[in-house]
């Protein structure tokens, strides 16, 4: 009897010293067998070494590399750091990986990808969080379209704080990654478990693309239908234009926006702002000052003024409005910016000035999309930045900073 | 309406009225896939290979900074605006403080211009640095694995993030500017350093040249690939090498200069082809141009107080006068500039970001359609979008 009890007492302490289980917890005829044979469990120990051993020198990662610390995890793969040497291949597909390292802000469009993704990896997998912004959100936490901190959805196994972390500093996260690895094995340490609720975070909006509701005749229709006298004064001269030539473009002439201003009724240009024209002047002034060799459009800005406020400062009467802003610019030599503004009530449309600058196209739909201005005629008035789903403009001033009703707080 | 050419692609393309016999096919591009230089989707209706129909899609990256910049102090804001070109942050910070120099009428001195310009002129060079190395990697396999020069790109790119991050001591990030001047003067012996730096990179770029823009391999990929009209590149908005290379000559270093770029003679380079070819051969020559700006101003700054603004004890101390104005200056993606709404406190009103890559990403729909997926990939890399730009 003392014979058979020796061998056993010292397989007991071999299986303690590899797993966190205790002998008699775990029960399972195939694990008693691996006890009670001689010499097994040690051969599956040192086959789990080895097993460990390769698991932690060839971690294929995938970069989720949204923003800025993908520069830098770009830059701990090439030359200087060149992380290849730990057994680092940067794998681009999910499936091929053991490691995602989320480098960079993730935003609610693309938190529910990130997930996906994650689920795409085959086990065992773990994840780095490198930087601030995928650690806790960073400056952008409170705003209304940023996740705070990735761990609220994925779990996390090595944190890399840094804005951004140099690359020196991933690498320090990989060996530490590494001695999580092997510990992992023997038991010491347990993978991370995600709060399930949420796991919940905003459905990702499927675009459909042939939706009838999206149709730009169809928009066009209920911006005319929505009431508004501008207009349809204002749709038959654009027409009309349609039909004439183009208006010839003479480089470098050198315009005179004062004058065109002044043919409006425009004496001279305000101290606070670009020139407010009527609505119904805009369309012909673009169209003049493409043809005076503003060729360029530089940007449109729209600003949303509420009730008693005003660009002169506070004023009672003042209603709630929108001021839209663009600017044009001439090419070549001593390039000059013109810049003017038209006001809107909150709810009225604008022309678009899409037909006569084609870059006014997605300038429009992200005025749209953040402010909540329609434009006229645009082709495709769909939302640019935010998802599709989304409620609320969220450039109006109302519109809280710190979105404290998003779904994962 | 119909002032458009009729040669020009239609971008809103109903897909019923395409050919009813045609079994299109939809594919979803990124917004995950390495080649899409950050989180950029693209849906591509496909015709066989051909694609008839591309619908971008942005807004992954979309960080809210106009909505975080009504919240923030004038002064609080420099490094907000680093995230959001992070190849060029340098660029980004001095559009920004520009806009509020503009505003207050503040005089920045002399050596301080001639600081932001050394800086503006080696951001450059990494900036295009990083994307030729980028591009190699994407066109993949004709380069044999284009790795080779990605790392070579990198490989020189350090060097110029040593020089920042000895002025800085930030890799990239570095907020430097402030209202009225710099933050950092240049340490001692640091001239030195550059002039090496320098000429360690103009004597490799004839080794980019031979392995990119000169080999017959990538010519023949980017050659013809995504031509961009001139004319639909101006309406559209496009600025910097791209507009360059569709052959129109304009570039706000010279044609409206800002900094001390009235102060030195900026040779403006541009290409005709209007294809990927000619928009990596653009970057490359504007490399070369950087690397003699360098070289001819950093011995030459003159001594100054490096900064005019009156030294503030607390964030809102900092006051815009009511009124409104746009700036825009040139940066390796062209003019980046920004609106600025002032209502008389210590917080902007509204500022509107005008960035180059939106615009340049609004090309799509008008260059993919015709070409292979595989060209698509080379087009996207070719415009050099930097999706935290293009978001915000």
Request: charged share 20%.
């Given at each position: 009897m003392a014979?058979?009890e020796?061998p056993?007492?010292a397989?007991a302490?071999a299986?303690?010293?590899h797993?966190?289980?205790?002998?008699?917890?775990?029960q399972?005829?195939?694990?008693?067998v691996?006890?009670?044979?001689?010499?097994?469990s040690?051969?599956?120990?040192?086959f789990?070494d080895?097993?460990?051993?390769?698991?932690k020198n060839?971690?294929?990662?995938?970069?989720?590399a949204t923003?800025c610390?993908g520069?830098?995890?770009?830059a701990?793969?090439a030359?200087r750091?060149?992380?290849?040497?730990m057994g680092v291949?940067i794998?681009a597909?999910?499936r091929?990986?053991?490691?995602?390292?989320v480098a960079g802000t993730?935003?609610?469009?693309?938190?529910?990808?990130?997930?996906?993704?994650w689920?795409?990896?085959?086990?065992?997998?773990?994840c780095?969080a490198m930087?601030?912004?995928?650690?806790?959100?960073d400056?952008?936490r409170?705003?209304?379209?940023v996740?705070?901190?990735i761990?609220?959805f994925?779990p996390?196994d090595?944190?890399?704080p840094?804005?951004?972390?140099?690359p020196?500093a991933?690498?320090a996260?990989?060996?530490k990654?590494?001695?999580k690895i092997s510990?992992?094995?023997?038991?010491?340490?347990?993978?991370p478990e995600?709060k399930?609720?949420l796991?919940?975070i905003?459905?990702?909006s499927?675009?459909?693309?042939n939706d009838?509701?999206?149709?730009?005749?169809q928009?066009?229709?209920?911006?005319?239908?929505?009431d508004?006298?501008?207009?349809?004064?204002?749709t038959a001269?654009l027409e009309?234009?349609?039909?004439?030539p183009?208006?010839?473009?003479?480089?470098?002439?050198?315009?005179?926006?004062?004058?065109?201003?002044?043919?409006?009724?425009i004496?001279?240009?305000p101290?606070d702002?670009p020139?407010?024209i009527?609505?119904?002047?805009?369309l012909?002034?673009?169209?003049?000052?493409?043809?005076l060799?503003?060729?360029?459009?530089?940007t449109?800005?729209?600003t949303?003024?509420?009730?008693?406020?005003?660009r002169?400062?506070?004023?009672?009467?003042?209603?709630e409005?929108?001021?839209i802003?663009y600017?044009l610019?001439t090419?070549?030599m001593?390039?000059?910016?013109a810049?003017?503004?038209?006001?809107?009530?909150?709810?009225?449309?604008v022309?678009?000035?899409?037909?006569?600058?084609?870059?006014?196209?997605?300038?429009?739909r992200?005025q749209y999309?953040l402010l909540g201005v329609?434009?006229?005629g645009?082709p495709d008035?769909?939302?640019?930045m935010?998802?599709e789903?989304?409620?609320?403009?969220p450039l109006?001033?109302?519109?809280?900073?710190d979105?404290?009703w998003a779904?994962?707080r | 309406?119909t002032?458009?050419?009729s040669?020009r692609v239609d971008?809103?393309?109903?897909?019923?009225?395409y050919?009813?016999?045609?079994e299109l096919m939809?594919?979803?591009?990124?917004?995950?896939?390495?080649s899409?230089h950050g989180v950029?989707?693209m849906d591509?209706?496909?015709?066989?290979e051909?694609?008839?129909?591309a619908?971008?899609?942005?807004?992954?990256?979309?960080?809210?900074?106009?909505?975080?910049c009504e919240?923030l102090?004038?002064v609080q804001?420099?490094?907000?605006?680093?995230?959001?070109?992070y190849?060029?942050p340098?660029?980004?910070e001095?559009?920004?403080v520009?806009?509020f120099?503009a505003?207050?009428?503040?005089?920045?001195p002399?050596?301080?211009?001639?600081?932001?310009?050394i800086f503006?002129e080696?951001?450059r060079?990494a900036s295009?640095?990083?994307?030729l190395?980028?591009?190699s990697l994407?066109?993949?396999?004709?380069?044999?694995g284009?790795?080779?020069?990605?790392?070579?790109?990198?490989r020189?790119r350090?060097?110029?993030?040593?020089?920042?991050?000895?002025?800085?001591?930030?890799?990239?990030h570095?907020?430097?500017?402030?209202i009225?001047?710099?933050?950092?003067?240049l340490?001692?012996?640091?001239?030195?350093k550059?002039?090496?730096?320098?000429?360690?990179?103009?004597?490799r770029?004839?080794?980019?040249e031979?392995?990119t823009t000169?080999?017959?391999?990538?010519q023949q990929?980017?050659?013809?690939?995504?031509v961009l009209?001139g004319e639909l590149a101006?309406e559209?908005?496009?600025?910097?090498?791209?507009l360059r290379?569709?052959?129109?000559?304009h570039d706000?270093?010279?044609?409206?200069?800002f900094?001390?770029y009235?102060?030195v003679?900026v040779?403006?380079k541009?290409?005709e082809?209007g294809?990927?070819?000619a928009?990596?051969e653009v970057?490359?020559e504007?490399m070369?141009?950087?690397?003699?700006?360098?070289?001819?101003m950093?011995g030459?700054?003159p001594?100054?107080p490096?900064n005019?603004?009156?030294?503030?004890?607390?964030?809102?101390?900092t006051?815009?006068?009511?009124?409104?104005?746009?700036?825009?200056?040139?940066?390796p993606?062209?003019?980046?500039?920004g609106?600025?709404v002032?209502?008389?406190?210590?917080f902007p009103?509204?500022?509107?970001?005008?960035?180059p890559?939106?615009h340049?990403v609004?090309?799509?729909?008008?260059l993919?359609?015709g070409q292979?997926v595989?060209?698509?990939?080379?087009i996207?890399?070719s415009l050099d979008p930097?999706?935290?730009?293009?978001?915000?």
């Amino acid at each position: 009897m003392a014979v058979n009890e020796e061998p056993k007492a010292a397989l007991a302490t071999a299986s303690r010293t590899h797993t966190s289980d205790d002998a008699g917890h775990f029960q399972h005829p195939l694990y008693q067998v691996t006890l009670q044979t001689p010499g097994l469990s040690v051969g599956t120990a040192v086959f789990d070494d080895l097993m460990t051993w390769g698991l932690k020198n060839a971690l294929w990662m995938f970069p989720m590399a949204t923003s800025c610390c993908g520069i830098e995890f770009m830059a701990g793969a090439a030359s200087r750091v060149d992380m290849d040497r730990m057994g680092v291949i940067i794998r681009a597909t999910p499936r091929h990986a053991d490691v995602m390292v989320v480098a960079g802000t993730i935003t609610t469009k693309m938190a529910p990808r990130v997930l996906k993704l994650w689920e795409q990896m085959p086990e065992p997998k773990w994840c780095i969080a490198m930087g601030s912004c995928a650690i806790s959100g960073d400056f952008y936490r409170n705003l209304y379209s940023v996740v705070p901190g990735i761990d609220t959805f994925l779990p996390v196994d090595v944190y890399v704080p840094g804005c951004p972390p140099n690359p020196e500093a991933l690498m320090a996260g990989m060996i530490k990654l590494q001695e999580k690895i092997s510990l992992q094995r023997t038991g010491k340490f347990v993978t991370p478990e995600v709060k399930p609720e949420l796991l919940k975070i905003t459905n990702p909006s499927v675009p459909r693309l042939n939706d009838p509701a999206r149709r730009p005749e169809q928009n066009h229709e209920q911006e005319l239908s929505a009431d508004s006298p501008t207009v349809d004064e204002a749709t038959a001269p654009l027409e009309v234009a349609a039909e004439g030539p183009a208006p010839e473009l003479s480089p470098l002439t050198s315009p005179d926006f004062e004058g065109l201003l002044k043919e409006l009724g425009i004496a001279e240009l305000p101290k606070d702002g670009p020139p407010i024209i009527p609505l119904e002047q805009h369309l012909a002034l673009a169209r003049k000052l493409k043809s005076l060799g503003y060729r360029q459009l530089v940007t449109i800005a729209a600003t949303h003024w509420l009730a008693g406020k005003g660009r002169k400062g506070a004023d009672e009467a003042e209603p709630e409005h929108f001021e839209i802003a663009y600017a044009l610019r001439t090419v070549g030599m001593g390039s000059r910016v013109a810049a003017w503004a038209v006001r809107v009530k909150a709810g009225q449309p604008v022309l678009t000035l899409s037909g006569i600058f084609a870059g006014a196209d997605w300038q429009e739909r992200e005025q749209y999309d953040l402010l909540g201005v329609t434009f006229a005629g645009h082709p495709d008035l769909r939302r640019l930045m935010l998802t599709e789903n989304y409620v609320g403009h969220p450039l109006r001033r109302e519109f809280p900073a710190d979105a404290h009703w998003a779904p994962w707080r | 309406m119909t002032q458009k050419p009729s040669h020009r692609v239609d971008p809103h393309l109903v897909i019923e009225k395409y050919d009813p016999e045609a079994e299109l096919m939809l594919m979803h591009f990124g917004p995950q896939h390495p080649s899409t230089h950050g989180v950029f989707r693209m849906d591509l209706f496909l015709d066989g290979e051909i694609i008839v129909k591309a619908v971008p899609h942005c807004g992954y990256l979309h960080r809210a900074v106009e909505k975080l910049c009504e919240k923030l102090a004038y002064v609080q804001i420099t490094p907000i605006v680093d995230k959001n070109d992070y190849v060029a942050p340098m660029t980004n910070e001095q559009s920004l403080v520009m806009i509020f120099e503009a505003m207050l009428k503040l005089e920045v001195p002399r050596r301080a211009r001639w600081i932001r310009t050394i800086f503006a002129e080696l951001q450059r060079i990494a900036s295009h640095l990083l994307w030729l190395g980028t591009f190699s990697l994407d066109l993949g396999g004709a380069l044999g694995g284009g790795t080779t020069v990605f790392m070579y790109c990198f490989r020189e790119r350090e060097l110029i993030l040593d020089l920042f991050e000895e002025v800085t001591g930030a890799r990239f990030h570095y907020n430097t500017h402030t209202i009225g001047g710099n933050r950092h003067d240049l340490p001692k012996g640091w001239s030195q350093k550059v002039l090496a730096a320098m000429d360690t990179i103009a004597q490799r770029i004839p080794e980019y040249e031979a392995m990119t823009t000169q080999n017959r391999i990538f010519q023949q990929r980017t050659r013809g690939v995504g031509v961009l009209d001139g004319e639909l590149a101006l309406e559209l908005g496009i600025t910097g090498p791209i507009l360059r290379a569709s052959g129109i000559d304009h570039d706000l270093r010279r044609d409206a200069p800002f900094h001390a770029y009235d102060e030195v003679k900026v040779n403006v380079k541009t290409a005709e082809g209007g294809d990927c070819l000619a928009r990596a051969e653009v970057r490359v020559e504007e490399m070369k141009e950087s690397v003699r700006l360098v070289r001819e101003m950093v011995g030459a700054v003159p001594e100054g107080p490096i900064n005019s603004g009156k030294p503030v004890k607390l964030p809102v101390q900092t006051k815009i006068p009511v009124g409104q104005t746009y700036v825009g200056i040139e940066t390796p993606r062209g003019e980046l500039g920004g609106w600025l709404v002032a209502d008389g406190t210590q917080f902007p009103y509204r500022l509107k970001i005008r960035p180059p890559s939106l615009h340049a990403v609004s090309a799509l729909p008008y260059l993919l359609p015709g070409q292979t997926v595989s060209d698509a990939i080379a087009i996207l890399g070719s415009l050099d979008p930097i999706m935290g730009e293009v978001d915000r």
